[in-house]
Structures are given as C-alpha cells and as structure tokens.
C-alpha cells in the first residue's frame, strides 16, 4: 500500500475564473514545468484512494464551471488513439464503410493504432462542436482521463495533458506541492 507520508494534501476546490485561457497554457506550463513535475513525483508515493478522491472532486468541480466548447484545445492538438471499435461507430455515423473511414480520415501510427493524421481533427467545426459527437472514438469520451480510477497510473500522462488541456494544468497546479 502506497503512503501519504511525503505529501501533506489538503482539499482544494476550482472556481470559476482559474482555469486558464487556452491559449495562455502553453507559457503557464512553461513557466511551471518544474513545479508540475515534483508536484506528479510526489503525487505517486499517495494512497492511491485518496488521490482518486481528490482528482475526481476537482474534475467534477472543474467540468461544473468550464465549458470545453470555449476550449477544443485537446481536438485541436493531439490525435486520439483510434480502435476498431471506434472506426465502425465512425463508419455508422458518417453513413460509410468503415474501409472508408480507414482510407478517408485516419492513418496508423508506430504503435499500430489508428489516428488522424494530422491536427486538428476533421470533425471539429469552427464552433469547437464535434460533428460525430454521439459516435466519437472512446479515447475522446474519456479525454482528459482526470475521473478515472487508479489515477496514479496516469500521472505521466496528466503531465503531458496539462500542456494541453487547461482542466488537467489546473488540476495538477491545485495539488502542487
Ligand atoms: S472526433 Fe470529435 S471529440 Fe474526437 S478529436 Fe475529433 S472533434 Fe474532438
Ligand atoms: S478536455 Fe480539456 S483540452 Fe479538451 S476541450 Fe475540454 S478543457 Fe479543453
């Protein structure tokens, strides 16, 4: 079992007004890389439990006051990784084969998944709206990953998303320690 002992946690909230400007997020984690990075090394060493508890709280209070339509950052940046399962649900939406999602819309990366091949992806609208919203790929249904459980396992991963998503950024920087 993982102790807390390293890392005093109290609990903190999001308000409106602190997460930031998407476009600001790119020089707040450069100015705070450093302190993010301590910040996921001693997150590690806590009770996994209580570390779900608290990223969940956040997520919730984060998502309660952000609209991710005033972002798409995420949509806009990286590609998701794209299973089978995935390409039919595309394939059903766009009224097409999934040959033709496969052809049309997506390429295979080293890891042997399928992306889009570049960004941002062919589904968002001017308006941050996501035109297969109903059928997108999972990877995007569960993006930024910040309620799910066993977070520890995804610290890496959260550091890398706080440059791009300012939810995940304002997560880790409330747990800054
Ligand atoms: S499929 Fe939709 S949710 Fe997924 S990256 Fe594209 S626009 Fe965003
Ligand atoms: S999940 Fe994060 S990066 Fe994606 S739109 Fe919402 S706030 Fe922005």
């Known amino acids: 079992m993982k102790s807390n002992s390293s890392v005093a946690l109290t609990k903190p909230s999001v308000e409106a007004g602190e997460i ?24 590690a060493k806590v009770n996994p439990r209580e570390l779900d508890g608290l990223v969940h ?5 984060a998502f309660e006051v952000y609209d991710c339509l005033n972002c798409a950052n995420c ?3 990286i590609s998701p990784a794209i299973r089978y399962n995935d390409v039919d649900q ?5 009224r097409v084969k999934p040959s033709e999602v496969v052809s049309r819309f997506l390429t295979m ?11 941002p992806c ?3 609208d ?14 995007c249904r569960e993006y930024p990953h910040t309620d799910r459980a066993r977070f520890y396992q995804l610290l ?22």
Do not use: W
Request: aromatic letters at 8%; charged letters at 20%; proline letters at 7%.
């Open 75 to 77: 949509c806009r940046s």
């Open 109 to 119: 990366d080293a890891e042997g998944d399928f992306v889009f091949p570049a960004a």
């Open 90 to 94: 595309m394939a059903k939406k766009l």
């Open 156 to 177: 890496k991963l959260s550091l890398k998303n706080a440059e791009i998503c300012p939810v995940v950024y304002t997560i880790l920087m409330k747990l800054k320690v």
């Open 57 to 61: 709280a956040l997520h919730q209070q």
């Open 126 to 139: 001017h308006d941050n709206y996501c035109s297969i919203y109903s059928h997108r790929p999972k990877a």
């Open 122 to 124: 062919p589904f968002i």
């Open 20 to 43: 930031p400007e998407p476009g600001r997020l790119k020089a707040l984690f450069a100015a705070n890389k450093s302190a993010l990075q301590k910040t996921v090394t001693a997150l």
